[in-house]
């Protein structure tokens, strides 16, 4: 059995113990949705600040060039290629993800256009799926969307398949795709791959060049810390680069925005991805978040999430196992993201409970309860108050109060 004594032990020997008091959260709360908007970093407020105050109240439209705002997107970029195993000038950091899998989408398909295939999984993130059935409508019959069920893409995967696309952790369960093997095999087909990053960037250890990812792209509010609809970012192999041409044809890609040319000429490298004028204080508030991330290691950050998710299942075993809770996160630390869910029949009401109680986990339809577990601001012990919260609520039968409550817009 493990006792509370051994939460406080190991969060004495925990070398990132050090890291919560760099982002703020409000006194007694238990943060368990950092797999959906990460917590404010005490830094990304300050340089919020200063970019008002500092920068736009100051330099006014010298921003652009005094204040590095122009070239914001491929410096914000460059940092978080490295928390992905990329190079500098792979990543670059603009638009939303749902607008990135369109322009990637388009882009990597048009790199084969013999191969008409866009393979995906059935269960994958909504946005990913919309953009792609909104793809199949306005290419009609030069784009063929495949969503097969998950166990069966390696089967799938064949001679006509041009893209797959896969998020490489399921939003619902946790489960991490192995990245690896699953990109050597379209590419032996002779296919490409793009990878939704949204729910592995920041908090697991990803190796894009060393597994010879094609695309990749996720979202900067989840384990980046970034902000509310923070903006995104984008990855394309340096191979790849200089052959692909993206849908929207915005003057901030192309190759000399203030030439005010009549027609439009792709900008070299990872730039081309970008389109419009990039929001410079979110930019700003991702920067800053970024910086507190890449100062610890990625491979500490990874090890622990893998010691705490390991601790929360444990502990559900041991003190929840009579509730009617079921496990639909893997037990095995290679394949679990950083997120437990487990489904109940009365997950909304039991999730509304726990809020009331300041533990924040959320819902999604129709029974899944999930705990987003980031390591930078969870301690050991904070597990043990959540699961312990999660016993005396199930035990007085607390949820019962929020049964049948209508359920709130974002769950
Ligand atoms: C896997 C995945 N892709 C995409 C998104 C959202 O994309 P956007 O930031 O464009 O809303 C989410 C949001 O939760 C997600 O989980």
Known sequence: MISESDCIALDEQDPLADEAVKYYLPDGMLYFAGHSLGALPVAAQKRV??????EWGEQLVGGWNGAGWYSSPARVGAKIAQLIG????EVTVTDSTSVNLFKTIIAAMGLNTQRKVCLTDREIFPTDFYIMQGIEELLGERFLLKAVQ????PEEIGDDTGLLVLSHVDYRTGDVFDMRSITRRVHQAGGLVLWDLCHSAGILDISLNQVKADFALGCGYKFL????????????AKRHQEHISQPLWGWMGHANPFAFDETYESA??????????PSIIAMGCFEAA????????IQAIQDKSRKLTRLFIELMKERCAD???TLISSQNDAIRGSQISYTHEQGYAIMQALIANNVIGDFRAPDCVRFGVSPLYLSYMDIWRAVDTLRI????EAWQKFQGQKKETVT
Do not use: K, Q
Request: with cysteine; proline share 6%.
């Open 49 to 54: 600040a200063s970019i008002i105050r500092d």
């Open 86 to 89: 990329a190079d500098a000038d």
């Open 150 to 153: 998950r166990d069966r893409i």
């Open 225 to 236: 810390n970034g902000g509310p609809g923070a903006p995104s970012f984008v990855y394309v």
């Open 268 to 277: 070299p490298g990872i730039r081309r991805m970008l389109c419009g004028t």
């Open 290 to 297: 970024l910086d507190e991330l890449l100062a610890v290691s």
């Open 323 to 325: 509730f009617g809770f």
């Open 393 to 396: 609520i199930m035990e007085t």
